[in-house]
């Protein structure tokens, strides 16, 4: 088996493609559903942990704080799976509920 990491992107500036209340709620469940299906088949690697909203960004002219309004789609989470390859790491990704609303799920292996 070989690990990959599964990033998780969607769009949470567009005010018109944010989940009502009741939505996120359902939303929540479905991954709490997604992530214990995944633990069952011994699929996640590591266990999961959560990650803050803020951030920095590093590079030549310095340190910016996050998180980074000017980039519309954004990391919402990630986690690193076990998959024979990434057929099978696509298979899983496709039933990551960041799907429902719009987001995309990015793979890649471990090396």
């Known amino acids: 088996m070989n690990e990959f990491l599964l990033i998780f992107r ?10 009502s209340p009741e939505e996120l709620q359902q939303h929540f469940q479905q991954w709490q559903n997604w992530f214990g299906s995944l633990a069952a088949q011994d699929k996640l690697a590591r266990p999961l942990q959560r990650w803050d909203g803020q951030g920095k960004l ?7 704080d996050g998180p980074f309004v000017e980039i519309k789609e954004s990391i919402g989470g990630l986690i690193i799976i076990k998959a024979k390859d990434y057929n099978e790491a696509a298979e899983i990704a496709q039933g990551c509920p960041v799907l429902h609303f719009g987001g995309n799920v990015e793979i890649r292996m471990a090396v």
């Open 10 to 19: 969607r769009d949470f500036i567009t005010k018109e493609t944010q989940p």
């Open 58 to 64: 590093v590079n030549s002219k310095g340190v910016t």
